[in-house]
Nanobody, 128 residues
Framework: QVQLVESGGTLVQAGGSLRLSCAAS????????MGWFRQAPGKEREFVAA????????AYADSVKGRFTISRDNANNMVYLLMNSLKSEDTAIYYC?????????????????????WGQGTQVTVSS
């Protein structure tokens, strides 16, 4: 498994931007697809974004498409989620996750079942 630690969550005003970071260690990080999920109070954990091992393919939930960007830096074992035009409905705990499988298509990693490594989460609160 990959050990994951998220950071960057905070309180931000609606319309603002925020970048979340995920530091990875453990098994060869660069071999795994990575993803971001989120869980709002009283709701199930949901997919946000995924990126393949070389970053050649990305996938996004419809609710964040055009506003969020996932990226990775394999040299430094980091994954990022840049969030723009934040809305109150983006308020949630955001989790970084490492996938167990391999694919060149990020769309293969939209289900939490595809991941076997999870961080502790970082809280993002968007005030309206």
């Amino acid at each position: 498994q990959v050990q994951l630690v998220e950071s960057g969550g905070t309180l931000v005003q609606a319309g603002g931007s925020l970048r979340l970071s995920c530091a990875a260690s453990g098994r060869t990080f660069s071999s795994n697809a990575m993803g971001w999920f989120r869980q709002a109070p009283g709701k199930e954990r949901e997919f946000v974004a995924a990126i393949t091992w070389r970053g050649g393919s990305t996938a996004y939930a419809d609710s964040v498409k055009g506003r969020f960007t996932i990226s990775r830096d394999n040299a430094n074992n980091m994954v990022y989620l840049l969030m723009n035009s934040l809305k109150s409905e983006d308020t949630a705990i955001y989790y970084c996750a490492g996938a167990r499988g391999w694919s060149v298509v990020a769309g293969a990693f939209t289900s939490s079942r595809e991941y076997d490594s999870w961080g502790q989460g970082t809280q993002v609160t968007v005030s309206s």
